[in-house]
DNA sequence: CGTCAGTTTGACACGAATCAAAGTGAGTGG
DNA sequence: CCACTCACTTTGATTCGTGTCAAACTGACG
């Protein structure tokens, strides 16, 4: 896993105790609730899965998709009840952590500590950049701009090895990713696909031109170190 | 300072030696700009300022605001380059803290160190809220939201004890927040104003009606349960 | 008194939402 | 094997919200 942090000695054995478990979720499972206050913390192991809120009323917001390596449940865990939803886009693996055992993580095992506090300060980049995205940008330059951002942190992660990245998503995602309606969203997409960036098929995008789509949203991509794997 | 945590013994010596000293800042000035690998890391001891992000065509897009006991720089410590910059709203005062010891910091200070996850996945809901926002509400929900949300966040740090708050920001800075035209914007609060909710004077927003602002973005506010203060 | 940043208003243009309808393909049951 | 359904994608017509352009107003400041 390349970029990925190696764990001390020292720090095994208690990543071992911590987790409890593996949980398996399908396809459109709903990992964590909105409101609810689990008892677990999670780490994905393979598979895609997003974020959301919702208004009372219906109107979806998805925040963030989380790929291998990314927590789940780190708000929870720090602060108390969720505040937000996860969704799994294909079937997942996850690892369980005990919540209630933070303190001991944060005492007994500095590096993991920093860990987290590394973990949640790349969300609040990417949440920055997404920010900036849905405040600015226009519909053309945030599809662009989604397309090329998952692409990158899929290649990040590791997958897509070679060259090929389908990416297991709906246009309604899309269309709740970007703040925009289902039908513009198609049109929007419709025209990337026509200028040879993306292709879209079954339930899934498949990215053709990362630099092309880079160049529309105007966006360099995400400047990533080292990355901790916990 | 009501909900805040209070330090334990063993940290008090060490967050005096953390502090390298105090900065101010007025109105206007960039505290931390795009790009730079500053060698501090500040905790904002009073005043208001904004986060924000541009676009190379100088699109800007505000992306949170700071009121004291929120922290400047978290990102560049963890992670290395500061990916957006700071500017003050108001005359500032700020700690300066040395980004090179915080692995001192969970070391030898677990509570510091959870602290600082506390304080990053705090920042993370106010994003993911800002970005509900953005996607899914209509421009006068946006900015009911946003004076709810400022109120909301000035009354938890301690500003505004009686009931009058004056929010020190000019309509271009909402403007640049909600993702909209500076017109358009001057239209919608006007509809605000209109309503009694909210007053514009000079360069400041006095909020009126709280609870009426919240009905109308359908906002529950912010749970916040205790609050590190570094 | 002039300048300048900020606020306000109206007219018009454009991008995105909504409405409507049809096409596609996977999965299901007759 | 063939209808049938259902989720998803596609397209066109129309409406509506927001951006853009233009101009004037206000108050602080030099």
Not at 94 to 99: A, I, K, N, S, T
Not at 101 to 129: Q, V, Y
Not at 136 to 146: P, V
Request: with cysteine.
């Amino acid at each position: 896993m390349p970029g990925f942090r190696e764990f001390s000695p020292a720090e095994l054995p208690f990543v071992a105790s911590f987790k409890t478990g593996e949980l398996l979720a399908d396809t459109g499972a709903t990992v964590l609730a909105e409101g609810v206050n689990s008892a677990h913390l999670y780490t994905l192991l393979s598979g895609w899965a997003f974020r959301y809120k919702t208004l009372p009323d219906g109107r979806r917001q998805i925040l963030n998709y989380l790929l291998p390596g990314d927590l789940l449940g780190l708000q929870g865990s720090v602060i108390g009840e969720m505040e937000h939803s996860v969704e799994a886009l294909s079937p997942l693996v996850l690892c369980v952590f005990q919540r209630n055992r933070m303190d001991e993580l944060f005492s007994n095992h500095p590096g993991l500590g920093f860990d987290l506090t590394w973990l949640a300060a790349s969300e609040e980049r990417m949440l920055d950049e997404h920010l900036l995205s849905l405040g600015r940008r226009t519909a053309m330059e945030r599809a662009a701009y989604l397309i090329a951002f998952l692409h990158q942190r899929a290649v990040s992660v590791g997958l897509s090895p070679t060259k090929q990245l389908f990416i297991p998503i709906t246009q309604q995602h899309v269309a709740d990713t970007l703040g925009l309606s289902i039908v513009h969203t198609n049109k929007t997409l419709r025209k990337l696909a026509d200028r040879q960036l993306i292709r879209w098929l079954d339930r899934s995008c498949e990215v053709l031109d990362v630099e092309g789509l880079m160049a529309l949203a105007d966006w360099d991509g995400l400047r990533e170190n080292r990355r901790p794997f916990i």
